[in-house]
Nanobody, 128 residues
């Protein structure tokens, strides 16, 4: 059974950092493109960052560029999202998604329906 599990979320003060992980089981994540998406209450789901299956290409939403870093660890079958300089507007439920996608990383982040495999989501709250 293909499964994605997010971890690393929680409550952090503005300016703080978190590292989210997306761990895969039941399949080799290294063959899949992976995207991180987030959804705040009352808002649409937003593509935050995406990484190609090879790890050579990445993409970031303008709102997180320079603060977030996506990376993948093939040995651990995991994709990470390092989030620095967190702001209250980063508060949301964060989801990782994976699929075999042959398109640009920009499209990977823009089109959530490309993904069939999703994690359960994890809450990130940035508040003083």
């Amino acid at each position: 059974q293909l499964q994605l599990v997010e971890s690393g979320g929680g409550l952090v003060h503005p300016g703080g950092s978190l590292r989210l992980s997306c761990a895969a089981s039941g399949f080799t994540l290294g063959y899949f493109a992976v995207g991180w998406f987030r959804q705040a209450p009352g808002q649409d789901r937003e593509g935050v960052s995406c990484i190609s299956s090879s790890g050579d290409s990445t993409n970031y939403a303008d709102s997180v560029k320079g603060r977030f870093t996506i990376s993948r660890d093939f040995a651990k079958n995991t994709v990470w999202l390092r989030m620095n300089s967190l702001k209250p507007e980063d508060t949301a439920v964060y989801y990782c998604a994976a699929d075999r996608i042959d398109t640009t990383v920009q499209n990977m982040c823009a089109i959530s329906r490309l993904y069939d495999h999703w994690g359960q989501g994890i809450q990130v709250t940035v508040s003083s």
